[in-house]
């Protein structure tokens, strides 16, 4: 079905708030790292190449379902407007069910911001069949009296108990947002549409580009240039900091990225980023162990992605680790005591996956070169018992879901 037993929230009123001030601070400048200390090449590894070919068997052989509207699901249900492009996505595995956010556009084949709709699909993991797909929000609604004049990279998170939070990126008015609503998995009910906000020290603002840059000049820190869009990271990891949890990961705009934290999802503290020089751009994966927030960031228009971590006690940073042809979207997973990286190469064919030492990086390893020799990009990927369960974008056609056996790849 399609948003026909969806419930909504009364749409909230006077959620924009006013920046601290007009002061966006210093511009800091980008180069590729060259201080590093180690360079990484996972196509060398043949043991990293066997591993990858047999996951490529396995990977084909478990599809579980692809998750945009396509023709079928809109006969099915008699609607119209099938996606022409689906992108970014993130998935739970809760109550037997598989909640799937990512954008569409039912307009034309490209990925862009005026034509795109953020997205909610679900069905019974052993029952693809029973899809119920949502807009949770599209270009040229209005909110809050305000045009939203694009939506771009939508992922889910949850907590605890029966709210998923879906948060994506919208231009309202011109000026680029972070946006959140819940869904109540029990009732069946999207909540009201308001903005998150961004705090550095005492300054709270809206999770906006301005309100990046003023509230990060308040606290007399300069940022990179931000544009075309503001992301949050899907992958939480947590931290228990006097006594509350807080919930880590990373978020970008252009080349700004920046690890972040949350106690409830809506108000995100800017915590550090990284103080070497780095040609970083959009996405930045993180994963929080102990006293250490391990980081890798995309370089723009290099080979080279970059492994560092941050000593949440100290704020310093570690000297980066290079890993040749990582770009697009990567991710962290933790598999009995193991860190592994899964990272995405520049032909977007495929993935890798780093088995990260976590007391000397300079020391990870490749465990794994996936050739699909397909496309395959913007891995995410959760672990439930032994099995890795990865959702991707294929050539922006299909939102699709697999799964692996780690144990047949990692020794345990």
């Known amino acids: ?46 043991k990293a190449l066997e591993n990858g070919d047999r996951l490529v068997h396995e990977i084909n052989k478990n599809i579980i379902a692809d998750f945009e509207k396509n023709i079928d699901y809109c006969e099915k249900n008699g609607v119209d407007h099938p996606d022409r492009m689906v992108h970014v996505s993130t998935f739970k595995i809760l109550n037997g069910h598989v909640y799937m956010t990512y954008y569409a556009n039912t307009s034309n084949d490209a990925e862009d911001p005026l034509f795109q709709e953020a997205r909610l699909a679900f069905c019974p993991i052993d029952d693809p069949e029973q899809m119920t797909i949502v807009t949770v929000q599209k270009a040229g609604e209005l909110l809050d009296g305000k045009l939203v004049d694009r939506v771009y990279d939508t992922i889910l998170l949850h907590k605890d108990g029966d709210e998923l939070y879906i948060l994506w990126t919208a231009s309202v008015d011109g000026l680029y947002y972070r946006l959140y609503c819940t869904y109540n998995m029990k009732t069946m009910t999207l909540g009201a549409i308001r903005p998150n906000r ?12 301005t309100g990046i840059s003023t509230a990060l000049a308040a606290n007399g820190l300069g940022h990179k240039d931000m544009f075309s869009d503001i992301g949050i990271m899907q992958k939480l990891t947590t931290r228990v900091e006097d006594n509350e949890t807080w919930y880590y990961t990373g978020a970008y705009s252009g080349h700004l990225n920046c690890v972040i ?69 990567s991710d962290f997973v933790f598999y009995h005591g193991k860190l592994l990286l899964i ?33 395959f990009f913007y891995p995410y990927v959760d672990i439930i018992g032994s099995d890795a369960y990865i959702s991707y974008t294929v050539a922006r056609k299909h939102i699709r879901l697999t799964k692996f056996h780690l144990p047949n790849y990692i020794d345990i």
Not at 198 to 209: A, C, L, Y
């Open 1 to 46: 079905m399609f948003n026909s037993s969806i419930r909504r929230e009364v749409p909230a009123q006077q959620i924009f708030q006013s920046n601290i001030s007009n002061n966006e601070g210093e511009l800091i400048s980008n180069a590729p790292i060259r201080d590093y200390s180690i360079y990484i090449d996972p196509a060398q590894d043949e």
């Open 198 to 209: 961004f705090m550095v020290g005492d300054i709270v603002n809206d999770f906006s580009t």
């Open 261 to 329: 934290k949350s106690k409830d999802f809506i108000t995100w503290k800017y915590v550090s980023e990284p103080d070497f020089i780095n040609l970083s751009q959009w996405e930045n994966a993180t994963y929080v162990l102990g006293d250490l927030c391990f980081y890798f960031g995309r370089q723009f228009d290099c080979n080279q992605g970059f492994l560092t971590n941050l000593n949440l006690k100290t704020n310093q940073w570690s000297k980066p680790v290079l890993i040749r042809d990582t770009q697009s979207r």
């Open 343 to 375: 990272h995405a190469p520049i032909d977007r064919e495929g993935f890798g996956i780093i088995d990260v030492n976590v007391n000397d990086i300079s020391q990870s390893k490749p465990l794994a070169v996936v050739r699909m020799n397909d496309s």
